[in-house]
């Protein structure tokens, strides 16, 4: 393999130049890894765009870059695992920028944006995996089931690790959740554990609440007062009685 010895002083200049680029203004979903011995591979992590079978993913790939380079086009290879026509089992790429098509004016950022938008448009016709190109113009719903199959399989990112504090508050906030109605979004009230007692009346005077009675108290002070109030009636009878009593006596006198 070629180093940064083989290649010619100017192109050796002209790649520091396109790289620094690539790697302070890279293309969209795409990320050039730079290796300042070696220019002769470069190294790329091409995201699967949006609305296609490889959402969500990120492939790894490489250039490589002859010794009479940019007179020949670099060769392409997919290091990631992917299903599509244009890419062969062993990860070589297929298309006609690095073939036929090639120009030693184009520079390695448009070679990368046209591997991925190959991506986003595979041409069946020159296809390397003549699996996926045949699955694609026959059933284009079986091809992309296993295109996503792949991709769930090789090029999904890693999930991050949680840090310190956050599966509890995650937890927290599973519980509040779950303790929310689900059509008015509004909290449970769970039954209490203890039945509340009066607020003694210094406490509610010294903090301007009112007393608040449970419902066994109240339920003990409406009796209480029933009785209070049939005492009282009785009472009453007695006295009316030794009333008209009185008078029958006096009418006798």
């Known amino acids: 393999m070629a180093t940064n010895e083989n290649l010619p002083p ?16 890279p293309p969209e979903g795409i990320k050039v890894v ?4 070696d220019f002769t591979t470069i190294f790329a992590d091409i995201e699967g765009p949006a609305g296609t079978p490889y959402e969500n993913g990120t492939f790894r790939m ?19 695992k992917i299903f599509h026509p244009n890419i062969a089992t062993n990860g070589e790429i297929c298309v006609n920028t690095l073939k036929k098509d090639w120009n030693p004016s184009l520079g390695l950022r448009h070679v990368l944006i046209v591997v991925r938008c190959l991506l986003i448009e595979p041409f069946p016709e020159s296809a390397l995996n003549e699996q ?32 310190p504090g ?3 508050s995650t937890t927290a906030l ?36 009112v007393p608040v009675l449970s419902t066994e108290s109240a339920t003990v002070g409406a009796s209480a007062a029933q009785k209070t109030e049939g ?23």
């Open 34 to 37: 730079v290796n300042d011995d």
């Open 231 to 253: 005492m009282v009636t009785v009472k009453a009878q007695i006295d009316r009685r030794k009333v008209d009593a009185r008078k029958k006596s006096l009418k006798r006198l």
């Open 62 to 80: 490489k250039l490589l870059l002859s010794h009479d380079f940019p007179q020949s086009p670099p060769k392409g290879y997919f290091l990631t």
């Open 166 to 168: 956050i599966s509890e």
């Open 132 to 163: 996926a190109g045949k699955m694609l113009l026959e059933n284009y719903e079986e091809y992309a089931k296993h295109a996503r199959l792949y991709t769930g399989i090789h090029a999904l990112k890693p999930k991050p690790k949680c840090q």
């Open 174 to 209: 599973n519980v509040d959740q779950a303790n929310m109605v689900s059509g008015d979004q509004m909290p449970l009230l769970s039954a209490p554990s203890t039945v509340p007692t009066e607020v003694p009346a210094q406490n509610a005077r010294d903090e301007n609440v």
């Open 10 to 25: 100017n192109v050796i200049k002209q790649l520091a130049r396109e790289l620094k680029n690539l790697d302070e203004s």
